[in-house]
């Protein structure tokens, strides 16, 4: 193949991934409703995800899931490198900021911040020692640490 081919090629495939995860982006050459099928089966598929890597916060949500994780995940049309985890995360921390995340969706959360730490490249590691909480209303309290010798530690109030 010549570099011209090549270049074409790396092209269009751009433009073929740009149109599966933005619904409104018209691509010349192919069946744009199949186009629109593959798109929402990718997004169906990313809530699957998000659902099985956050069951707490799927389960607290209860009905109201379904519809915030699609506004997720339209709104963030490219998940992150690093899997559901992180894209549940980005998603349970934008649920925190706009005070949607149920009580049960804040312990998954500082749970899962709790254990794991996302670099500015991006990707996440292991914790080695970390502590958290989270506060809820009516008066909630959960205090966790975690640290090489202990373990995990998690208290709660009320219980």
């Known amino acids: ?37 593959a798109a929402a089966s990718l997004r169906s598929k990313r809530v699957r995800a998000i659902a099985r890597t956050w069951p707490r916060l799927a ?18 049309p490219s998940p992150p490198a690093d899997g559901a985890l992180s894209d549940g995360r980005a998603w349970a921390r934008d649920l925190a900021a706009r005070s949607r995340l149920p009580w049960e969706g804040r312990l998954e959360l500082l749970a899962v911040e709790l254990r794991w730490r996302w670099g500015a490249d991006g990707r996440r590691r292991q914790r080695r020692f970390a502590a958290g909480l989270a506060v809820g209303r009516p008066l909630r309290l959960a205090v966790a640490v975690r640290g090489h010798w202990v373990g995990e530690r998690w208290l709660r109030f009320p219980r």
Request: net charge neutral; charged share 30%.
């Open 59 to 76: 389960a607290a949500l209860g009905p109201d899931f379904a519809g915030e994780v699609s506004r997720h995940v339209v709104e963030h």
């Open 1 to 37: 193949m010549t570099e011209g081919g090549r270049a074409r090629l790396a092209r269009r495939q751009a433009e073929l991934l740009s149109a599966l995860v933005r619904p409104e982006a018209y691509l010349p050459g192919f069946d744009a409703e199949r186009v629109r099928a």
